[in-house]
Nanobody
Framework: QVQLVESGGGLVQAGDSLRLSCVAS???????MGWHRQAPGKERELVAT???????NYADPVKGRFTISRDNAKNSVYLQMDSLKPDDTAVYYCSAREGPYVGRHWGQGTQVTVSS
């Protein structure tokens, strides 16, 4: 069973930076790891993903501001968030897939709040 534990959320001001971390245990290395977010009253949405070979994918709203990376030796994925905006306020969830055609595992989420 894959377990994901996030850390690094918090309260920051617009323009600040934050770095989220997620450590996986279980069936590693994982095919794909990533981050999703859910703002109040909105559906959960993709932020960024990265495969075990390093291929990345970003949602348009975060391109150029967020950077996803992973350390396969540490079974970890990171999200560097720069130039944060109030619209980035959400609960951020670490996600992972064991293969390309299987469902995602989810972490418990970490709150990111960006004040204006």
């Amino acid at each position: 069973q894959v377990q994901l534990v996030e850390s690094g959320g918090g309260l920051v001001q617009a323009g600040d930076s934050l770095r989220l971390s997620c450590v996986a245990s279980g069936n590693t290395p994982l095919y794909s790891m990533g981050w999703h977010r859910q703002a109040p009253g909105k559906e959960r949405e993709l932020v960024a993903t990265i495969t075990v070979t390093g291929t990345t994918n970003y949602a348009d709203p975060v391109k150029g501001r967020f950077t996803i990376s992973r350390d396969n030796a540490k079974n970890s994925v990171y999200l560097q968030m720069d130039s944060l905006k109030p619209d980035d306020t959400a609960v951020y969830y670490c996600s992972a897939r064991e293969g390309p055609y299987v469902g995602r595992h989810w972490g418990q989420g970490t709150q990111v709040t960006v004040s204006s």
